[in-house]
């Protein structure tokens, strides 16, 4: 047995270093790697020996599909791929006081309804949980709670023959196993802690959840280093700024990745955003330069957002790029396109651009509206307030076709607006099929770049 020994681990994404770096070369994270104790390592030369044999079977035998429990917060269940799977593990990501807690106990009171739900909390004591349960108006569900946070003792509680069907652990980081010499948060206890629960939620077959924390510091794990062993990673994301909320999944093992759930932090807790849209405009002013009404979509739904632009001449030898909710490559992307082939140089100019709301967006189909918002601060002419824009450029400054342009369509026609700009050339796919959605609308379609400045021409 090899003798348990120093290491240094990144509490980031959990790769294992020989000597203290200030910076973790695996990941880029700063002051993110400390020393723990080594796991012993695994005996070799196991082949050959007395191993079991396996049974194959063949991919066409029949299995019950899985039954989907709901957890009926419809905006959570969308994200999950339609409900949770029995026997899975979520694991829920994201940065201190974004609302992690409050989501997974609005969850298990709803699931507690016609599920067997334990909540087990290593933040907080039972009296401050129940404090949360009564602002949320939950105080009656039938949610078994519990303040733990010995693995020991959790483990002993679940592995029952009538164990719960669902379990929050909020938080993984605050679960210790007595067995390993680090300290709770650090790598070693955070991957064994996790392990041991999977495996149980495997074998009883309960829904898990593990909160993880996010931390820039590094002084305890992150999510990062469970995402590979969790079936399902979802990250809580907003802003400080703004009281709405996007809930993300960005591994799924049981649906798809690109849908978002879209909540509203009120008083009485997260509420469902059912027309993300209206909520994201809510607080537009219209005939402002610079500003643009991308139809974007999310996962299968339509999504109205605005980017907003500022070109300001610069007195800095290199001038500001501050990009938040997009890309900036795409956006430096942009820029050389207006400049290449529309004589459009911003290069002397301070570029800011902001995706309002705090959204973040990953479209090449924003392309176009980004463009618009551009040329519009530095014409200062202001896009009509009542026009959508969506497509993509392309290097050569030709505007591209998207996908699901009717989707974008029909949703900018429901909250009333009366004008698109988009790609000359309609992409055949799915979503694109009629072409009668645009009746109520004007649409203007425009070939290549240059036609977007045309509009924004001051005659
Ligand atoms: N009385 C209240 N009224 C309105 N909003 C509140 C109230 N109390 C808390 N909140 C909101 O709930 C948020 C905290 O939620 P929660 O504790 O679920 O977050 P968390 O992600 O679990 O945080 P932590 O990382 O500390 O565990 C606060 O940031 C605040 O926005
Ligand atoms: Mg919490
Ligand atoms: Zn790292």
Request: proline fraction near 4%.
């Amino acid at each position: 047995m090899a003798k348990s020994s120093a290491q240094f681990v990144c509490q980031d994404c959990g790769s294992v270093t020989l000597k203290w770096a200030g910076k973790c070369e695996a990941c880029g994270a700063w002051n993110s790697i400390t020393e723990e104790a080594a796991r012993e390592e695994v005996p070799k030369g196991l082949s050959g020996g007395k191993g079991k044999k396996i049974e194959f079977v063949g991919l066409s035998g029949s299995s019950a599909p899985l039954p989907r429990m709901m957890t009926r917060l419809s905006e959570l269940d969308r994200v999950c791929g339609g409900g949770l799977v029995p026997g899975s593990c979520l694991l829920v990501g994201g940065d201190p006081g974004i609302g992690k807690s409050t989501l997974l106990l609005q969850a298990a009171a709803r699931l507690s309804a016609d599920a067997v739900v334990a909540y087990i909390s290593g933040e907080e004591a039972v009296d401050q949980v129940r404090m949360r349960a009564v602002r949320l108006g939950h105080a009656q569900a039938k949610v078994a709670l519990a303040s733990a946070t010995s693995l020991r003792d959790i483990l002993a509680s679940l592995d029952q023959p009538d164990c719960p069907q669902v379990v929050v652990i909020d938080s993984i980081q605050t679960v210790y196993a007595d067995n390993i010499e680090s300290a709770p948060g650090t790598v070693s206890q955070v991957r064994a802690c996790a392990a041991e629960l999977i495996r149980l939620a495997k074998r009883r077959g309960f829904v898990l959840f593990l909160v993880g924390h996010v931390t820039k510091e590094g002084t305890i794990a992150g999510p990062r280093v469970l995402e590979h062993m969790v079936d399902t990673v979802l990250y809580f994301e907003g802003d400080r700024g703004h009281q709405f909320r996007i809930l993300r999944a960005t591994k799924n093992r049981f649906g798809a990745t690109d849908e978002i759930g879209v909540f509203e932090m009120t008083e009485g807790g997260l509420a469902e955003v059912a027309n993300p849209s209206a909520l994201f405009l809510a607080e537009r002013r219209g005939n402002v330069s610079g500003s643009c009404v991308f139809a974007g979509m999310e996962g299968t739904r339509p999504m109205l957002v605005e980017i907003q632009a500022l070109v300001a001449p610069s007195t800095l030898s290199s001038p500001r790029r501050a990009v938040v909710g997009w890309d900036t490559n795409r956006l430096s992307m942009v820029m050389a396109v207006l400049d290449a082939r529309c004589g459009l140089a911003l290069s002397g100019n301070d570029v800011y651009l902001n995706v309002a709301g705090g959204l973040r967006i990953a479209e090449p189909a924003a392309d176009l509206a980004v463009a618009a918002a551009l040329v519009s601060s530095a014409s200062d002419i202001p896009v009509p307030a009542d026009m959508v824009v969506f497509g993509e450029i392309g290097l050569s400054g030709e505007v591209r076709a998207v996908a699901q342009a009717d989707t974008r369509l029909k949703e900018a026609a429901k909250l009333g607006f009366a004008q698109a700009l988009v790609p000359a050339r309609p992409r055949k796919d799915k979503g694109n099929a009629g072409g009668g959605v645009g009746s109520s609308l004007s649409i203007r379609s425009v070939g290549h770049l240059q036609d977007v400045l045309e509009l924004f021409r001051p005659d």
